[in-house]
């Protein structure tokens, strides 16, 4: 990472100084439980237990492992949105790790979600930014 950032210095030009930092993230992530679905490659939903979000990206459990950088399809479920409380949108598997006997930890960037949805995400988002609690699933 700090060969990283030496190199985008170079790159600016002379005399230039580039921070080192270890931080990848661009958007800052809020704890918060959410429930929903995870689908990868044609296969079959698996449920997901999501732990924190952010603007561009989310982080989930699940009982099946994702390969790095596939495309997932997601429905999270935030049941403090009320009737309309399901968001549809794809993403990209930037990690996945094995947890424990049958989970794992997967962080996502998000690619795309739904013009229909944006407004639902950004309402959870916020809900989660103000630490008014978690979003449980029901």
Known sequence: AADAAMYRAK???????VAFSPERRQHTRFPVEFGGAVAAGGKSPC?????????GGLFFVTGRSVPQG???????EFPSLGPSKKVACKARVTRCFHLEA??????????HIAPSDRLRYFHALTAAQKGSGSIRPN
Do not use: E, H, I, K
Request: hydrophobic content about 40%; charged content about 20%.
């Open 11 to 17: 790159s600016l030009g002379r005399n230039r100084a």
């Open 47 to 55: 449920p997901l237990r999501g732990r924190d979000l952010s603007q």
């Open 70 to 76: 596939g495309s997932l399809d997601l429905v999270l």
């Open 102 to 111: 049958g989970s794992f930890g997967v962080g996502v960037a998000l690619t």
